[in-house]
Nanobody, 120 residues
Framework: QVQLVESGGGFVQAGGSLRLSCAAS????????MGWYRQAPGKQRDLVAD???????NYVDSVKGRFTISIANAKNTVNLPMNSLTPEDRALYYC??????????????WGQGTQVTDSS
């Protein structure tokens, strides 16, 4: 079974920084893309950023220049340093890996979520 385990959420002041990490484990044959989504209260879950194994990235406009996604292919880990955080960044952040090939076939996987909250 494949699991995505997130870490790094917490409280931060406006203008501060946090670093989210997500590690995929299990009988994984291949992961092509990993990414981060977020969901604020009362809102839908939206893509924040994703990255392919080749390094191609996508970012939502609101985080460009502030967040930088990276992937460690050998470790099936994706990191998201977040700088200049604003109250609008408050949300539950989810790690996602689509079409992961494992012994179970191709499935999309999600982490449990990690909360980012400002302390103002």
């Amino acid at each position: 079974q494949v699991q995505l385990v997130e870490s790094g959420g917490g409280f931060v002041q406006a203008g501060g920084s946090l670093r989210l990490s997500c590690a995929a484990s299990g009988r994984i044959a291949s992961i092509n893309t990993m990414g981060w989504y977020r969901q604020a209260p009362g809102k839908q879950r939206d893509l924040v950023a994703d990255i392919s194994r080749s390094g191609s990235t996508n970012y939502v406009d609101s985080v460009k220049g502030r967040f930088t996604i990276s992937i460690a292919n050998a470790k099936n880990t994706v990191n998201l340093p977040m700088n200049s955080l604003t109250p609008e960044d408050r949300a539950l952040y989810y790690c996602q890996a689509p079409r992961v090939l494992s012994s179970n076939g191709y499935y999309d996987y999600w982490g449990q979520g990690t909360q980012v909250t400002d302390s103002s």
